[in-house]
């Protein structure tokens, strides 16, 4: 059964949850309402109606290696407290981003490679436990403006990628309201970081070994040919 949403009625509702965070973590140098879409899945669980228990969010500019049901088998992995699937990010983006956290946190594992490392989240694919989101408290104090202010004072944290962002902000503080996808589910290919002054380390977060279930050509990557 396909149900296709109407992009301005989903705005109207996303907009007065996710204003707040907007500045944040939007490219623009104010709060656009026509960027609230890009934080839909922050709030999924506000807009969705509530028979709908899961969700899961892709990126346009994927390849399917495998059948993407077995993607739905990830949601019985998530542990107690969890409530999103995401895949790490793959590039010291982060790094980058908490260079001043780090700077006055030198033991700091905030932005650090894996696998010991918290290098950040991106999300390309998402799995969303919607019914977990809403009925956590935690996660849903931590959409309360106060809150994003506090955390983002707290990182010196001003980003650009909108709902990949927040997720990575909440998971520095509250890990375990993720449950961590393996790299081949989001086996991201942009390389942008590497010629951009993160050479010596850059191979630390783009590694992934296995077998690839779906690639991500982000940053507008070629996805390799079978």
């Keep these: 059964q396909v149900i296709v949403h ?20 939007s490219a623009g ?30 990126d346009l500019d994927l390849k399917y290696k495998t059948n993407i049901r077995d993607l739905f088998d990830e949601f019985d992995n998530f542990p107690e407290g969890a409530v999103i699937g995401i895949a790490r990010e793959m590039q010291p983006v ?9 700077r006055e946190n030198p033991q700091t594992k ?3 490679p894996p ?5 950040g ?14 009925q956590s408290k935690l996660y849903n104090q931590l959409l309360e ?18 709902d990949q962002d927040f997720f990575t902000m909440v998971g520095m503080e509250h890990p375990e309201l993720f449950h961590v996808l393996d790299c081949t589910w989001n086996r991201q290919l942009c390389t942008w970081w ?7 380390v850059f191979d630390q977060y783009f590694h992934c070994e296995g077998e690839v279930k779906i690639y991500h050509g982000n940053c507008n990557t070629p996805i390799p040919e079978d």
């Design 194 to 200: 590497r010629e951009h002054g993160y050479s010596d």
């Design 110 to 112: 905030v932005g650090e």
């Design 121 to 134: 989240f991106n999300s390309g694919v998402l799995l969303l436990n919607l019914e977990a989101m809403r």
């Design 29 to 58: 140098s104010g709060t656009y309402y026509s960027d609230s879409i890009f934080f839909l899945s922050v709030a999924m669980h506000h807009i969705m109606p509530k028979e709908i228990k899961q969700i899961i969010q892709v």
């Design 115 to 119: 696998p010991d490392g918290l290098p």
């Design 94 to 102: 982060y790094r980058h981003t908490f260079w001043q956290y780090r």
């Design 6 to 25: 109407d992009v301005n009625e989903l705005t109207e509702k996303l907009f007065p949850i996710v204003e707040a965070m907007q500045k944040h973590f």
């Design 145 to 162: 403006p106060t809150m994003v202010q506090k955390l983002t004072e707290k990182y010196h944290f001003k980003g650009h990628l909108g």
